[in-house]
């Protein structure tokens, strides 16, 4: 009898991994910089209204806080 070869290549996404787990250096600098971006949008976002009445309140004519907040 013949006798048939055995493979042993693996199939399907575990050959994959390996690729995905070497990075560049270009691709590294791209996530964290995408990274960088996502968090410095929410600090912006949740962060400015707060820094322009702490800089309001520190101002020459010292305000109140009522007066920062009202529309008038």
């Not at 009898?1 to 690729?19: D, H, Q, T």
């Not at 996502?38 to 020459?60: Q, W």
């Amino acid at each position: 009898m013949a006798s048939r070869g055995v493979s042993l290549k693996a199939k399907g996404k575990s050959s994959k991994g390996k690729a995905s787990e070497e990075k560049t250096a270009c691709e590294c600098l791209k996530e964290w910089t995408t990274w960088t971006m996502r968090k410095a949008k929410v600090v912006t976002h949740y962060g400015f209204i707060p820094l322009i009445i702490i800089i309001g309140m520190n101002s020459d004519p010292k305000p109140q806080l009522s007066q920062l907040l009202s529309p008038v």
